[in-house]
């Protein structure tokens, strides 16, 4: 992932976790185990994936609203992937059998994701907003259960 502005860190961070899972989701074969993986998507979402897209679109894009038009294309196909992956996860939580191709998808989906967001929209923030109100988004984003950051 390129340099990411200190502030950034901890959503940076949180990309991070997201790839390992989402390798692990796209890799899913008959030998994965469909409860195992059920309770690690649960998990993930729950500990980190709710509050990270809250961070996102609580806390940075109204701060990028700020400073810059979020009418563009790389900002709706972020806001409409959050919608995507909450309905995976939600399918994957209200359905008693789940196909494998679903966390595949999934797994897809979160890779194109978190490549959006690193390489295209977090660049975008960080050349429009002032740093000082990056540093104060930073002290709002949620603790990262992994990290702590």
Not at 24 to 38: F, P, Y
Not at 46 to 74: C, I, M, N, T, W
Not at 91 to 112: K, Q, Y
Not at 118 to 147: C, T, W
Request: without cysteine; proline residues 3%.
């Amino acid at each position: 992932m390129g340099k990411r502005h200190e502030a950034l860190h901890p959503l940076s961070h949180h990309h991070h976790h997201t790839l390992v899972m989402a390798q692990k989701l796209k890799k899913a074969d008959e030998n994965a185990s469909i409860q195992e993986m059920t309770r690690e998507v649960i998990e993930f979402w729950e500990k980190d994936g709710r509050d990270h897209f809250r961070d996102e679109e609580e806390v940075l894009l109204p701060l990028y609203a700020q400073y810059a038009s979020v009418d563009q294309e790389e900002i709706r196909d972020m806001l409409i992937q959050h919608v995507q992956i909450r309905g995976l996860i939600q399918h994957i939580r209200g359905t008693r059998r789940i196909e494998r191709s679903v966390f595949n998808e999934l797994g897809e989906l979160l890779m194109v994701h978190v490549r959006l967001e690193e390489r295209i929209i977090f660049p975008m923030i960080e050349k429009v907003v002032p740093e000082k109100y990056l540093y104060q988004a930073n002290g709002k984003f949620h603790l990262d259960s992994y990290s702590g950051f």
